[in-house]
């Protein structure tokens, strides 16, 4: 089983085995402990950031490679019925490219929370220009203000989904 933690130093006890781990890094290193062997393997925070900006990179790529293939290559999806290319339709096809949106959707997520405080500072620094007088966010601020944010986006989602569902209409209607 694997744990990420980010930590300063020093000891920290795991959330699994209740042992104590020692875990010697610089700040905000990430540690995936595996409780099997108490082994520790160290990753620094821009170690994390460069591997998901390439995992996002290729969901991109295959996001791209989904979506030229549904508009290129098959027919429109009206007359699609019956069409395969390499043993699967023009509906596994399109359930392939909504997932592949899901995993992106999910990655740029997990993005711009690790760079949540970047964003607040860079947000802060506008303001404090803006308002000729500093404007400090503390963590607990930075984080109320990230799940309002993401509340009110999955909101406007939401109300969206509904809106659309509500106002589709059938054909010859």
């Known amino acids: 089983m694997l744990l990420i933690r980010l930590r300063t130093g020093g000891y920290g006890r795991c959330q699994f085995c209740s042992t104590a781990h020692r875990l010697r890094s610089r700040p905000d290193s990430v540690f995936l402990t595996d409780h099997s062997m108490a082994l520790l393997v160290q990753m620094t925070r821009t170690s994390v950031n460069f591997l998901l900006d390439c995992l996002l990179l290729v969901v991109f790529v295959l996001l791209l490679f989904f979506s030229v293939v549904l508009r290129f290559v098959f027919p429109p999806a009206s007359s699609a019925y019956g069409w395969l290319l390499w043993s699967a339709t023009y509906e596994d096809w399109a359930q392939g490219q909504f997932l ?74």
């Open 100 to 173: 592949v949106v899901c995993l992106l959707a999910f990655g740029i997520l997990i993005h711009v929370m690790l760079h949540w405080t970047w964003i607040c500072g860079v947000i802060s620094s506008r303001l404090t220009q803006w308002r000729a007088r500093p404007i400090r966010i503390d963590e607990a601020s930075r984080t109320i203000y990230g799940v309002g944010l993401l509340i009110v986006l999955v909101n406007i989602v939401g109300l969206s989904i509904a809106a659309a569902a509500l106002m589709i209409q059938a054909p010859g209607s």
